[in-house]
Nanobody
Framework: QVRLVESGGGSVQTGGSLRLSCALS????????MAWFRQVPGEEREGVAV???????DYANSVKGRFTISRDNAKNTLYLQMNNLKSEDTARYYC???????????????WGQGTQVNVSS
């Protein structure tokens, strides 16, 4: 059973930075694609960034140039470096894995419990 545990969330002011981590344990055979999603209460979960095991990446337009996704396959850890944070980045952030390259939330198999990010002015 794959288990994902996020950490690194917290409260920051506008313009600040945070680095989220996601530790993956269990079988990793079907974790080609890893991603960060975020969700605000009452809204749908949205994709933030995706990374394949080959290092290819994709980002939501709203975070391009500010967020960087990376993964350390040796440590089975996914990261999200978030710079120049805005109030609209406030959400609960989740990491997830998928067997193939996808940005569709429905195709992600395993999910963490999430970590809260609050950005205030």
């Amino acid at each position: 059973q794959v288990r994902l545990v996020e950490s690194g969330g917290g409260s920051v002011q506008t313009g600040g930075s945070l680095r989220l981590s996601c530790a993956l344990s269990g079988p990793t055979d079907n974790t080609y694609c890893m991603a960060w999603f975020r969700q605000v209460p009452g809204e749908e979960r949205e994709g933030v960034a995706v990374i394949g095991s080959d290092g290819s990446t994709d980002y939501a337009n709203s975070v391009k140039g500010r967020f960087t996704i990376s993964r350390d396959n040796a440590k089975n850890t996914l990261y999200l470096q978030m710079n120049n944070l805005k109030s609209e980045d406030t959400a609960r952030y989740y990491c997830a894995t998928a067997e193939w390259w996808t940005d569709s939330v429905d195709e992600y198999t395993y999910w963490g419990q999430g970590t809260q990010v609050n950005v205030s002015s």
